[in-house]
Structure formats: structure tokens, C-alpha cells
């Protein structure tokens, strides 16, 4: 007797290319990439952080990997 492969990918690459990246204000959203049967997408966006010594804030990067984004939790 044959096991049925599974075909749900075990694994996968997300990807998101950022043209203009200094130009960056809004977030911006990968592709989603199933992985499971569940949609993984990365979403960017830019932070202004204050650094510990001074008052000043710097531009930082902000990356998240969210995971079935499309529904809402209980």
C-alpha cells in the first residue's frame, strides 16, 4: 500500500523587493506564499525610533512575517 504524498508545501520562500526603499512611508506587502495551505506574506514599513542618548529619532526598518492574515482572531 502507497502513502499519498501530502500536497501541502512543507516549505517556501517569501519574498519582497522594495524599489525606492529610502523613499519608503507606507507599508508594503509580499506576495502571500502558501506554506501548509496557510498564505505567509512579509509586510515592511518604516519606523522613526528615539535613540537612548539623545531625543533624536532615526529611520528604522520594521519586518513582520505574518501567517493566515486573512482572517481576523477570536
Known amino acids: 500500500m502507497e502513502l499519498e504524498e501530502d500536497s501541502a508545501q512543507r516549505e517556501g520562500v517569501v ?6 526603499f529610502s523613499q ?3 507599508e508594503k506587502f509580499s506576495a502571500p506564499v502558501y506554506i501548509r495551505n496557510l498564505p505567509w506574506r512579509l509586510m515592511c514599513t518604516q519606523r522613526k ?3 537612548h542618548a539623545s531625543q533624536k ?3 528604522t526598518l ?9 482572517t481576523e482572531s477570536l
Do not use: G, T, Y
Not at 62 to 67: E, G, K, M, P, Y
Open 15 to 20: 519574498r519582497l523587493i522594495i524599489k525606492d
Open 24 to 26: 519608503l512611508k507606507d
Open 49 to 51: 525610533v528615539k535613540v
Open 57 to 59: 529619532k532615526v529611520k
Open 62 to 70: 520594521a519586518a513582520f512575517l505574518q501567517c493566515n492574515f486573512e
